[in-house]
């Protein structure tokens, strides 16, 4: 079956401006994590969501990122405000159900702030 | 806080060979997850092996396998008879469950592969 899938896929934006990242996890995946990775390092956790709620959102750097995820499927992070700092790439995973199965992560999207 | 480390930073390895990639963690928790994943040229992040912490038996997925060591808290990657398509940065990650249902993966920084012909 079709894999999760991220859009866009590379995204350029001017400092201040608001941008919206968007996440389709695998079909009938409860679960879905956002995870941000700078050149060279790991992923690092954002946000977790359990169908709609989000249940955790301890990674958020702060009050210009936010995630929603209003139908139990798709989910939006919006980041507001960019700064050049919040140049990344950010990837979303979607795991059937929480307790340690596995997560699977889409293609990322690569976010340029300048 | 639970934090994951892999001290090679970069490995190489002739084709058809055998190397391993070392992993360590840091953990109060008796149960949890460890996982190693897979980053190609391509930066997808592809699943490679998983291992259960309260199973003893090591996980193995055809030429990957691991050497989980619960005592010592180790978790390195055995990929033998090595592949030009095993290049890639590989990263050990650690699962943890936290209180109200949610969970998170914590990464190491990574061990980047070079499989040579």
């Not at chain 1, 140049?87 to 995973?93: D, E, G, K, L, T």
């Not at chain 2, 190397?19 to 490679?48: A, G, H």
């Not at chain 2, 055995?78 to 998170?104: N, P, R, V």
């Amino acid at each position: 079956g079709a894999g999760v899938s991220q859009s866009p896929r590379y995204k350029v934006t001017k400092r201040g401006q608001d941008v919206a990242l968007r996440c389709d996890p695998i079909s009938g995946h409860v679960s879905l994590y956002w995870y941000r990775q700078a050149l060279g390092q790991g992923p690092e956790f954002l946000t977790y969501f359990n169908y709609e709620a989000q249940q955790d959102k301890s990674g958020l750097p702060n009050d210009r990122f936010s995630a929603e995820r209003p139908e139990g499927s798709i989910s939006t992070l919006t980041i507001q405000r960019t700064e050049q700092r919040d140049s990344a790439m950010y990837r979303c995973a979607s795991s059937l159900w929480d307790r340690g199965h596995e997560q699977y992560f889409g293609p990322g999207t690569r976010l340029t702030v300048t | 806080a639970q934090t994951v480390t892999q001290s090679q930073p970069e490995m190489s390895v002739q084709e058809a060979e055998t190397v391993t990639l070392s992993c360590t963690y840091d953990t109060s928790e008796s149960n949890y997850y460890l996982f190693w994943y897979k980053q190609p040229p391509s930066r997808q992040m592809i699943l490679v092996i998983r291992q259960e912490a309260y199973k003893q038996q090591n996980a193995t997925e055809n030429r990957f396998s691991v050497n989980f060591q619960k005592a010592a808290k180790s978790f390195s990657l055995k990929i033998s008879d090595s592949q030009l398509g095993d290049t890639a940065m590989y990263f050990c990650a650690f699962m943890t469950f936290l209180q109200g249902g949610s969970e998170k993966l914590v990464f190491g920084k990574g061990t980047k592969l070079t499989v040579n012909p």
